[in-house]
Structure formats: C-alpha cells, structure tokens
C-alpha cells in the first residue's frame, strides 16, 4: 500500500463537478476520472469495504491525486477527454486509433475535381462520407472514374495540360483541362450525376441517363447513346452491390461485444440512406474497467478525438452512466440536435443486430489470433528455455538500393502482436555505401543510447543478419548502463533463404539454434522478422522516391527558391549548371562570389 492520506485529501473537496488525476509513486498519471460531484466520486475509491478487487488494485497504487474543477459537467467530460489523450493512463479505457475520417471531396472549382480528403474541411466545396478507411474512398473513386468522366487530377497538372492526358484515352475523364474535347455544360451535368449518385440517388442517376440515352437515339447520335447505355449498366452492377440500404439519412451505428479482457466496438456509417461501411475497433482495455466504462469512455473518446463527424442520429447497444449529458455535449460540439436510440423500431432493429453479429465475429477473430500468438510466445519461451515471461521483443534490419538511401528499422512485439506505436526508422548517414555491420552499429546506438523506461528495454532483441551484424549489437551492449540486457539473437537466412530454415544464433557463445520449420516460436520469429524487413523496405523506398522527386539545390544552403529559379534560368536548366564554371555561376544575378564556389563545390563533390 502507499502512503496516500486519503481522509486528508477529502476533508477539503468541494462538491462541485471537475475531473481528477491519480498518481503513482514515480509520479506517472494512472487514471483519469470525471464527476458530477468530485468529493462523492473520489470518496467511493476509498471506503472500508470496496467490493470490486480491480478497485482495489487501483487504489492501492494511488500516491498522491490533484482535481480540476470546472463549471459543467459537459466541461468535465471534456477535459477529461483532453487528459486521457495527453497522459494515457494504464487504467482508463484508450482509444487506439484516434485519426480522423476520410471523405471524398468535390471542389469548388470551373471544373469540379474529385478526390480523397482527410482533415480539417476547409476548402470550398462538398464533402461526401465519412467513410471507415482510405482504401473504401480510393476504391469508391476508381469506380466513379469509371462511370463518370469527371477529372480526379491534381490542380496544378489540370493547368498545366496542352493536351489530354492518358486518362482522357482510357475514357475515364472527359479532358476539360483542353479545349473542344467537352463542354462546360455537358462536364457540369457529369458532375451534378456525380453527386447525386454520392448523395445516394442511384435510381435519380439511372432515370437521368436513360432519358439521355433515348433522347441521343432519337437523334441518331448512336455512339453517344451506347456511352450512356454504358454508364446505366456499371451504375446497376454497383448497385447490385450496395445490399444494405434504408430510408435513414444520417446515422452512425455501435455494436459491443467483450469477450475475456479484449472488448470490440463495430462502427457503422449510414449516409445518404446506405451503409458506407464499418470499421472494428479494439480499444486498449485495462483491468479495472466493467462493460460500461469501456463503452462510454470509447464513445467519448471516439467522437472528441479529431476531427470525427458528429451525426444527428446515434443507434446504441447500451446505455450511458449520465444520458442526457453526453447527448448535450454532442450537441454542443456538432452544432445540432444529437439523438440516441436503442434500436427498437424495424431498420433500427436491423443496423444494430447487424453491428452486433460484426463486433461479436471481429471479437471472435482477434481472441482466436490473440490466442495464437500466446500460444507461439509459450513455444519460444520454451525452445530458448527462458525463465520468465517474454514481455517485449525487437527486430532491426537495414535496407538500401548499392549503399544509397540507407533505413534502418526497428520493430517492436509485445504479448499482443506488434506494437506499431513503438516502431521506428532511422536514416542512416555518414558511413561507408553499402557497409550493413556500420549502419546496424548506427542503429543501435540511435535507438538505445537515450532508453529511461525499464519496460522499453526489450527481453529479446533479434538482429535480421548473421554473425558480423550480431557482433554490432554485440558490442555496443558491452557497456550497457542498466541491470536489464536483452538477450541477443542473429536469425540468419538458409543457404536457399527458404522459409523454414532460419538458424538462430546466440549471442556469446555463437552457437546456433535451429527449431522445427512447424514450430510456433519459428513462426514468430519469421512475423517479426518478416514485419522488419517490410518497415525497413517502405521507409528506404519514400526516402529513394524523395531524392528522385528533389532538385540537388535544394540541398545547398542559402539557394531558395527564387535563386535557384535564376540559376536554372541562366544556365539552361541543370546539366548546364553543372558545366559551368564558378566564374559563370557568379555572373547570374544575385550570386556572390562565394555562394558560387559553394554551388560549385557542392555540384562537384
């Protein structure tokens, strides 16, 4: 127990709404809370008979607590919102992924674009979602771009065209960048189908063009009614697929399922009366929470996180401690009328038992992988005969294109499966091209020289190499400060780098392990192993395309862009700068002598 004087702490706490922090002996905030009436709330932590062991668990770690008072309660729900996103307390209830939604958006512009939007809704137009991921929006445009031929480019390519592109010969755009391929009047009713049909309003769409299509028979214009006759059937086989749809304009749909100490909340987004789709997520669930706690604190947190779209209607699986005030808080936050429900009527009743059958399989899913991975922990702890749980592992690897563009990854697994928030990349300068064991020494110390918290240290840290790259980690722990050392381990490829014949080696000793090609642990190891391999090839590929999409000036200090306009403008763009001597570079207006020895060296170093 700590030494906490809880009687002193509530002699003097006022009765006022607020939220309160409690804090452990290394002075870490553990939990964050809200209340109605702050010393009511805090004193239900400490009274002689606490019937609920998680409680008491909890208690027993507070040192010390502070309150915040505030003037409402919806002020209360706020700002405990803002300290769960700040401190991230091990036992409140963590949203995992707090980003915000994409849309698609259609510009306010003399000819509209289509395209993907995440953020702040800034920019005039109309935005069409929210919908669960970037895959469901870019999917969603490659099929208008099949349907309506309405541009999906970037601005500055649209004015830049002398004639159309690529796109415009596929038919998938109508080429309104150049004149005499399409009419300002015919674009723009593409573009008003365009957004009836992202308003829901197929059989509108559908009517729309076959009107048009007739009407293009009739005038013996046959090919523009066979493009038309084309557009009604890929509208109608979208159609065959968009199975869920109702009269509801606006809603989001939960559904909750706990099973063991892993709990899944199903999102469903209903716009424009049909299901955008749905999203599962499993929320970070500690100990100490019960159903409620963890529903409400998601559903908070869900919709004060970022920029989330509040919608008018809300169709819940349970209820709230404190209804009406959360339904007020929303309110408040969308600047209209939020109201729940229970799914009591008919298409209600429908979308819920719906989120519930999804929540309750993507439950069953993840425990089944949860399980998995357990079972894979247990089979390497013992094939390497380890005394204590493993808690946290890590994997470096190196990757570069002939010694250019070198990224160093590191990945980290916990219990769970990997832990992504804790991954990280490293652009590895200053060393030999080419030289791994320089870059793997680089790494290592990079990631490791500032490590405070025990729990970051890993139990097991795996080196993707043999022997020479082992023998970095090697040396750099040599010295290693702290009591904790993790234990070292080379997974080195067989000779046909076929999966399956990895063989470990120990540090140390060098000797080496090689486990069944069916072992659970190997296949862990493989997944970490595997999962560093592609962090450290996605970060060495952004960093190559980077150099391709960068002009050599930019590198240069003191060459902005007006300079290096005038450079390019004098000498003939870049190959005839690199020809010309100092004294030519000098000649260009605004170049000192001594900029242009810079320019110079740096062009030919």
Avoid at 47 to 59: E, F, I, S, Y
Avoid at 147 to 159: A, G, W
Wanted: hydrophobic share 35%; charged share 25%; proline share 4%.
């Amino acid at each position: 127990m700590t030494d906490f004087d809880s009687a002193a702490f509530l002699k003097n706490l006022t009765n006022q709404p607020g939220v309160y922090r409690m804090y452990n002996a290394q002075e870490e905030v553990i939990y964050v809370g809200k209340a109605k009436n702050l010393k009511k709330r805090v004193s239900s932590y400490f009274r002689m008979q606490v019937d609920n062991a998680k409680t008491r668990a909890l208690v027993s770690q507070i040192a010390n607590m502070d309150v915040t008072v505030v003037n409402s309660e919806t002020e209360a729900f706020l700002l405990e919102n803002n300290f769960i996103k700040k401190y991230r307390p091990r036992y409140n209830v963590l949203l995992r992924d707090d980003k915000s939604y994409p849309f698609i958006f259609l510009s306010a512009h003399e000819h509209p674009r289509l395209s993907f939007h995440r953020g702040p809704q800034k920019k005039k137009g109309e935005y069409f979602g929210p919908y669960p991921s970037a895959w469901s929006v870019r999917e969603s445009l490659r099929s208008m771009q099949r349907i309506f031929p309405v541009r999906q480019c970037e601005d500055s390519y649209y004015r830049a065209r002398s004639r159309p592109c690529l796109q415009y010969q596929l038919q998938r755009c109508s080429a309104p960048c150049v004149k005499g391929y399409v009419s300002d009047e015919e674009y723009a009713e593409q573009v008003n189908l365009a957004r009836l049909f992202l308003k829901g309003k197929n059989q509108q769409v559908i009517g729309s063009l076959v009107k048009k299509m007739e009407l293009a028979s009739e005038a013996l214009n046959f090919e523009a009614a066979a493009r038309y006759r084309d557009q009604i059937n890929a509208l109608r086989k979208i159609q065959e697929r968009q199975w869920v749809s109702g009269t509801q304009d606006e809603m989001d749909v939960f559904g909750f399922a706990v099973k063991g100490n892993m709990a899944c909340i199903q999102v469903m987004f209903i716009r424009d009366s049909q299901l955008l789709g749905s999203k599962a997520f499993f929320p970070k669930v500690p100990s100490t929470a019960d159903e409620q706690e963890i529903f409400e604190s998601f559903f908070l947190q869900f919709y004060l996180a970022g920029n989330k779209l509040i919608p008018k209607q809300i169709v819940l699986s349970h209820e709230f401690s404190d209804e009406e005030a959360i339904a007020d808080l929303l309110s408040g936050e969308a600047g209209y009328r939020v109201k729940f429900f229970r799914g009591a009527r008919e298409e209600r009743k429908r979308y819920l038992h719906l989120a519930q059958t999804n929540a309750q399989t993507a439950l069953d899913a993840q425990f089944s992988q949860q399980k998995s991975v357990h079972a894979r922990f247990l089979d390497l702890e013992a094939a390497l005969e380890k005394d204590t749980p493993i808690q946290r592992m890590e994997c470096f690897d190196i990757s570069h294109t002939s010694g250019q563009q070198t990224v160093a990854s590191c990945v980290v697994f916990n219990r769970e499966g990997p832990h992504k928030s804790d991954y990280r990349r490293y652009n590895i300068e200053g060393i030999t091209p080419g030289d791994d064991y320089a870059a793997m020494a680089q790494a290592l110390k990079r990631r490791y020289k500032t490590v405070k918290e025990v729990q970051k240290i890993p139990d097991i840290l795996f080196i993707d190499g043999g022997k020479g790259q082992l023998a970095q980690a090697e040396t750099f722990f040599q010295d290693w400060p702290h009591d904790k050392k993790p234990l070292l381990i080379g997974v080195a490829k067989g000779t046909s780098r076929k999966p399956g014949l990895e063989t470990l080696i120990m540090a140390g000793s060098h000797e080496t392990l090689q486990l069944e090609s069916h072992s659970p642990g190997l296949h862990l190891i493989q997944h970490i192993r595997d999962e560093s391999h592609r962090f450290a090839i996605a970060g060495h590929r952004n960093r190559r395309q980077k150099v391709k999409t960068t002009s050599t000036l930019e590198t240069i200090p003191g060459i902005g862009a007006k300079r290096r306009q005038q450079l390019l403008k004098y000498m003939g763009g870049l190959q005839g700068l690199k020809r010309a001597s100092r004294d030519e570079i000098a000649s260009v207006p605004g170049i000192s002598p001594q900029l242009a020895e810079t320019i110079y060296d740096h062009l030919h170093n």
